[in-house]
């Protein structure tokens, strides 16, 4: 099973690194490789792409490596729930945070990260949050005098 | 000439004492090794997290000052991870998770107390070890460097980044494709030389690159969080540790006191390559340790001698690994490359003039080391009782703080709440690269070194008029192009073995008959 997930994790490493190869290849011959006596902008872009690609498909195709170490092998579950609330957390920070103030911006972000955890409750979700962001405010706000502005409305 | 060497570094040393022991200078020392080892301690956060978040704090103070922290938080958090190693056994930090297999059985004979004691006095001893071996050997190594032009700066990167990449954790060729991704993320942005902007697919927030800050934090900060949310087992301890447990026996002092001097010497040999940072130094000086042991049967149920020599070997490496990083301006790992990125922010050219040019800076940072290490033992002893309360902070309560902390100093390095969302995509990405068994840290190392790559590339070809063997036919050069080469053929002999050792087993198990089990 783990030998399996192993194998099949190397064939999709190896893509993705094949993958931002690929890009930067893109991107190298639109900007202009030039020649080793004049280089264009693109020729770092695209050695770097050709190595990136090269090393996808190493990754791909060799075996997968023993385990080192410091490898933790922990059995994988999606942690949807703990995933979603630290994304919509720090989201909701940029949204609320440059469009009311500081104050909604700290409370939401931490309140929804918060929510993340399986033995969180709205109550103690709610005491955390406020707790952080008094002394959020207190600290980036007067102490360190952060240009945003505690509650604000629309774009300032 | 021996002496005269030894006088001048004594005068320069004492030129630095001065300038650390300015109040401000000595006040950030304490706030960085303080924030160091707080982190060190809680569980779940890392020194690269912390160094990157008061990196926007450190824009605006003298750039003395703003190193002096920086350094202080990385070796003040390697104290405080050996605490969470030794009473819990949590390795919470890589280069103390060796200290956990005799540290933790000592806790539970009722002698943690003797085993972070001697802990403190390793890491001391290894310590200063580590910084006096950078009083001596970086000027030494600066001096060679002056004669440097760009194809011997551009080859000896290289080779720093391939060291960087292959020798540390994980597989060498996964490495390779992280640095070379940090490379390519360096090159983000309008281009120095042409004024072209390059992969900003028409983002007018790229076109000053990617902001160091928020890859670092998206990196070492949101990845982690997305790795350790539920995942983090509650911790509970009822050890309770005072003061007066701290006192360890004459005997034990004597069965530690070469083990300790063994571990500072492995750990400084393993600062000066490049890639083998702390972690490496200390697993080394454990084997080390137990194969030269008269009773290496004792190892794994408490043995002293495990404790004591990887932690001296880890803080004496952690204090080498400035050595390259300020005498060359090559970063051994992603903190050093986080150091260089705060110098070069602060408008400060890394590289072999910096001791020259700014003797404040090295020299202040050399007294600081000192310093600071006799402020760790004086918070570690006698306010032991507050950081083993301190362990106990669960996660579920840090990490929605940090994830605020991250939110606002993301956005204080440039007021831009793009960068924020720039954070949070490096952050994702780094997560399913982790997922995918990348280490991130080599990221961090290309990012910082890649558009020096780029220019003296440039400027090599530029004076050899297009002539790749131009690298070859400079002798300095060439001996870096060589060990890269080096480097390169061990890995693959490396791999060639551990293939034929797969297959061997392989053919084993079939003629047996039987179904793949797990090595005992």
Same mark, same amino acid.
């Given at each position: 099973?783990?030998?399996?997930?192993?194998?099949?994790?190397?064939? =999709?490493?190896?893509?993705?690194?094949?993958?931002?190869?690929?890009?930067?290849?893109? &991107?190298?011959?639109?900007?202009?490789?030039?020649?080793?006596?004049?280089?264009?902008?693109?020729?770092?872009? @695209?050695?770097?792409?050709?190595?990136?690609?090269?090393?996808?498909?190493?990754?791909?195709?060799?075996?997968?490596?023993?385990?080192?170490?410091?490898?933790? &092998?922990?059995?994988?579950?999606?942690?949807?729930?703990?995933?979603?609330?630290?994304?919509?957390?720090?989201?909701?920070?940029?949204?609320?945070?440059?469009?009311?103030?500081?104050?909604? !911006?700290?409370?939401?972000?931490?309140?929804?990260?918060?929510?993340?955890?399986?033995?969180?409750?709205?109550?103690?979700?709610?005491?955390?949050?406020?707790?952080?962001?008094?002394?959020?405010?207190?600290?980036?706000?007067?102490?360190?005098?952060?240009?945003?502005?505690? *509650?604000?409305?629309?774009?300032? | 000439?021996?002496?005269?060497?030894?006088?001048?570094?004594?005068?320069?040393?004492?030129?630095?004492?001065?300038?650390?022991?300015?109040?401000?200078?000595?006040?950030?020392?304490?706030?960085?090794?303080?924030?160091?080892?707080?982190?060190?301690? %809680?569980?779940?956060?890392?020194?690269?997290?912390?160094?990157?978040?008061?990196?926007?704090?450190?824009?605006?103070?003298? #750039?003395?000052?703003?190193?002096? @922290?920086?350094?202080?938080?990385?070796?003040?958090?390697?104290? +405080?991870?050996a605490?969470?190693s030794i009473l819990?056994?949590?390795?919470?930090?890589?280069?103390h998770?060796i200290t956990c297999l005799d540290g933790y059985p000592l806790t539970r004979q009722g002698k943690g107390g003797t085993a972070l004691a001697i802990t403190m006095i390793g890491s001391f001893v290894g310590?200063?070890?580590?910084?006096?071996? @950078?009083?001596?050997?970086?000027?030494?190594?600066?001096?060679?460097?002056?004669?440097?032009?760009?194809? &011997?700066?551009?080859?000896? @990167?290289?080779?720093? %980044?391939?060291?960087?990449?292959?020798?540390?954790?994980?597989?060498?060729?996964?490495?390779?494709? /992280?640095?070379?991704?940090?490379?390519?993320?360096?090159?983000?942005?309008?281009?120095?030389?042409?004024?072209?902007?390059?992969?900003?697919?028409?983002?007018?927030?790229?076109?000053?690159?990617?902001?160091?800050?928020?890859?670092?934090?998206?990196?070492?900060?949101?990845?982690?969080?997305?790795?350790?949310?539920?995942?983090?087992?509650?911790?509970?301890?009822?050890?309770?540790?005072?003061?007066?447990d701290m006192r360890p026996s004459r005997k034990d002092l004597k069965t530690a006191a070469f083990p300790m001097l063994r571990g500072t010497?492995?750990?400084?040999?393993?600062?000066?390559?490049?890639?083998?940072?702390?972690?490496?130094?200390s $697993?080394?000086s454990y084997?080390i340790e137990k194969?030269i042991s008269r009773t290496p049967e004792r190892f794994g149920h408490g043995a002293i001698e495990g404790v004591a020599s990887p932690e001296a070997s880890t803080?004496?490496?952690?204090?080498?690994? $400035?050595?390259?990083?300020?005498?060359?301006?090559?970063? +051994?790992?992603?903190?050093?490359?986080?150091?260089?990125?705060?110098?070069?922010?602060?408008?400060?050219?890394?590289? #072999?003039?910096?001791?020259?040019?700014?003797?404040?800076?090295?020299?202040?940072?050399?007294?600081?080391?000192?310093?600071?290490?006799?402020?760790?033992?004086?918070?570690?002893?006698?306010?032991?009782?507050?950081?083993?309360?301190?362990?106990?902070?669960?996660?579920?309560?840090?990490?929605?703080?940090?994830?605020?902390?991250?939110?606002?100093?993301?956005?204080?390095?440039?007021?831009? *709440? $793009?960068?924020?969302? &720039?954070?949070?995509?490096?952050?994702?990405? !780094?997560?399913?690269?982790?997922?995918?068994?990348?280490?991130?840290?080599?990221?961090?190392?290309? =990012?910082?070194?890649?558009?020096?790559?780029?220019?003296?590339?440039?400027?090599?070809?530029?004076?050899?008029?297009?002539?790749?063997?131009?690298?070859?036919?400079?002798?300095?050069?060439?001996? $870096?192009?060589?060990?890269?080469?080096?480097?390169?053929?061990?890995?693959?002999?490396?791999?060639?073995?551990?293939?034929?050792?797969?297959?061997?087993? /392989?053919?084993?198990?079939?003629?047996?008959?039987?179904?793949?089990?797990?090595?005992?």
């Amino acid at each position: 099973m783990l030998r399996e997930w192993k194998k099949k994790r190397e064939v =999709f490493a190896g893509g993705l690194i094949f993958l931002f190869g690929l890009v930067a290849i893109v &991107e190298g011959r639109r900007l202009g490789v030039g020649s080793l006596k004049a280089m264009g902008p693109g020729y770092v872009p @695209m050695a770097l792409g050709i190595l990136l690609s090269v090393l996808g498909v190493l990754i791909a195709v060799a075996k997968p490596a023993l385990p080192t170490f410091d490898q933790d &092998e922990a059995p994988l579950t999606a942690e949807w729930r703990g995933w979603g609330c630290i994304l919509l957390g720090v989201i909701s920070f940029i949204v609320l945070g440059k469009y009311t103030g500081l104050v909604p !911006g700290a409370f939401s972000c931490v309140f929804i990260s918060a929510l993340g955890d399986r033995t969180a409750t709205i109550k103690s979700a709610l005491v955390l949050s406020a707790a952080v962001t008094v002394f959020g405010i207190l600290l980036f706000y007067y102490l360190l005098r952060i240009p945003i502005p505690l *509650f604000s409305w629309g774009v300032t | 000439m021996g002496r005269d060497v030894i006088s001048t570094a004594l005068a320069d040393l004492s030129h630095g004492f001065g300038v650390a022991l300015e109040l401000h200078n000595l006040l950030y020392c304490f706030l960085g090794v303080l924030i160091g080892q707080i982190v060190g301690v %809680l569980p779940g956060m890392g020194a690269m997290a912390a160094m990157s978040l008061l990196l926007p704090l450190t824009f605006a103070m003298q #750039p003395v000052a703003a190193i002096l @922290m920086l350094a202080g938080i990385f070796y003040g958090s390697q104290y +405080g991870g050996a605490i969470c190693s030794i009473l819990l056994n949590l390795p919470c930090h890589p280069p103390h998770a060796i200290t956990c297999l005799d540290g933790y059985p000592l806790t539970r004979q009722g002698k943690g107390g003797t085993a972070l004691a001697i802990t403190m006095i390793g890491s001391f001893v290894g310590a200063s070890f580590g910084i006096t071996e @950078m009083v001596f050997f970086a000027p030494y190594l600066s001096e060679i460097a002056f004669k440097f032009g760009p194809a &011997e700066i551009c080859s000896i @990167m290289l080779l720093g %980044l391939l060291a960087g990449s292959t020798l540390a954790r994980g597989s060498a060729i996964k490495g390779v494709a /992280m640095t070379a991704l940090g490379l390519l993320l360096g090159v983000v942005g309008t281009d120095v030389n042409t004024g072209v902007t390059r992969f900003t697919f028409g983002v007018l927030d790229l076109y000053n690159g990617v902001e160091i800050i928020a890859l670092a934090l998206g990196l070492f900060g949101i990845a982690e969080f997305l790795k350790n949310v539920n995942r983090m087992a509650p911790v509970n301890t009822r050890v309770k540790l005072r003061f007066r447990d701290m006192r360890p026996s004459r005997k034990d002092l004597k069965t530690a006191a070469f083990p300790m001097l063994r571990g500072t010497i492995i750990g400084s040999l393993c600062a000066l390559i490049p890639g083998t940072g702390p972690t490496i130094a200390s $697993f080394v000086s454990y084997a080390i340790e137990k194969k030269i042991s008269r009773t290496p049967e004792r190892f794994g149920h408490g043995a002293i001698e495990g404790v004591a020599s990887p932690e001296a070997s880890t803080h004496s490496s952690v204090q080498g690994d $400035f050595i390259p990083t300020m005498s060359l301006g090559i970063p +051994g790992d992603a903190v050093m490359a986080l150091i260089l990125g705060a110098l070069i922010i602060q408008g400060i050219q890394p590289g #072999p003039q910096l001791i020259s040019d700014h003797p404040d800076i090295f020299w202040g940072l050399i007294a600081s080391f000192w310093i600071g290490n006799i402020i760790l033992v004086f918070l570690n002893v006698p306010l032991i009782g507050v950081w083993v309360r301190l362990l106990t902070v669960p996660y579920r309560v840090l990490y929605p703080a940090a994830l605020f902390f991250i939110c606002v100093g993301v956005y204080s390095a440039n007021n831009s *709440f $793009f960068d924020v969302g &720039e954070t949070l995509v490096i952050g994702v990405v !780094g997560y399913v690269l982790l997922l995918l068994d990348f280490h991130p840290a080599p990221v961090l190392l290309g =990012f910082v070194l890649g558009p020096r790559v780029e220019e003296n590339f440039r400027r090599a070809m530029l004076v050899s008029r297009g002539d790749i063997w131009y690298f070859m036919h400079r002798p300095i050069s060439a001996v $870096f192009v060589a060990l890269c080469a080096l480097l390169i053929v061990v890995q693959i002999g490396f791999w060639l073995r551990r293939l034929s050792k797969q297959r061997r087993e /392989m053919a084993i198990r079939s003629k047996v008959g039987m179904s793949p089990q797990p090595k005992a």
